[in-house]
């Protein structure tokens, strides 16, 4: 078997050797996350970015098999911010020197959908003069309207693969003609035609998933060249179809630990790429998204959404953050930033490297 460190050393992994850095235990995992904080700081540096997350809409024509907001689960009350709760976020963001918000929702494309995220687009522009970034995180849409969100000012995306085996794909989606892996491949493809940084990203230790599986996501990602990635545990949700397989899951601190071994395996697959601490980390372990900060991430997602809401946005159990803005005091987030190691981007955009030494 190779020695470690060769592997670390290397620029190119084969899927053997990415397979060999998810099973590392004791001082070889210690060692790669080691090599993984060094790639990172030399590369993209010791930043991280805010991007101010606002869950605008639960409403979701999707009945993803493993989500607490899929069409059928109607325990669920619905909601819709109003253009003032959305813009207030937003004004929150930009004063308190977050570089970005980042808009979700679920998946609609009727055009009173399209039309409203564009108006919002064009105020979230216009208070801010600019200033702020923002990314969507609205699904699957025609090339058209990714096009007109993005000449009214989206810059990013976010459009998780959530698993890039077309079979465990087929397995936690319903086959009704609406969940298709090559129409999200597809999709991935149409954004960067457009002109967005293009993230992607996985839901790690979901029922039936092996590591090889994980290893091809990893070759996936730098495959369609990804400018961010956002991936995270998977966490069970009563009232979804999937949760009847809880009995196969890892328990939960070795899904933490798995998703951290891929944030520092992914790390140093694509070294110049910003990677999200998800939200789902911290649903495990209350300091899991610093920890993924010490290991390769450089992205935090506050959550701004406003609280009434938030109940009805869990999409697993144990969603952190339902009934306290406390991790939104800038001193309390600057103290776990610095404990990580890190320092944060005020008002900067915080731009992928990638997406800049891709086009070059
Ligand atoms: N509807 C859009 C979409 O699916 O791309 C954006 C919102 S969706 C709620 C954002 C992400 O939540 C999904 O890409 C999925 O990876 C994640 N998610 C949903 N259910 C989850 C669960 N049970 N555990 C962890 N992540 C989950
Ligand atoms: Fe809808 Fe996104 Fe949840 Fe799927 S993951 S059900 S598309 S909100």
Redesign the pocket.
Known sequence: MKQLENILGQTVFSEDDLCRLLRTEGEERKLLFQFAASKKTETVGRKVYFRGLIEFSNR?AKD?L????RRSNNRVGRYELADDEILGACCFAWENGFGSVVL????LSSPAFVDRVDRLLRSIKKLSKGGLGITL???EQSPDTYRRWFESGAHRYL??I?TSDPELYSMIHPDDGRHCIERRMRALQDLKECGYQVGSGV?IGLPFQSIRQLAGDLLFLKKIDVDMVGM??????KNTPLSRYRHLLLPKPERLDLSLKMIATLRLVMPDINIAAAT?LQAIDPAGREKALTVGANVIMPNLTPLAYRKDYQ??EDKPCLDEDAGLCRSCLEARVDLAGSEIGYGEWGDPLHFFNRRS
């Open positions: 979701c993803c493993y989500c607490g907001i979700q929702s679920g998946e995180s609205c699904g459009l998780r959530e839901m995270g545990p998977y966490i069970e949700h789902a999409l697993y």
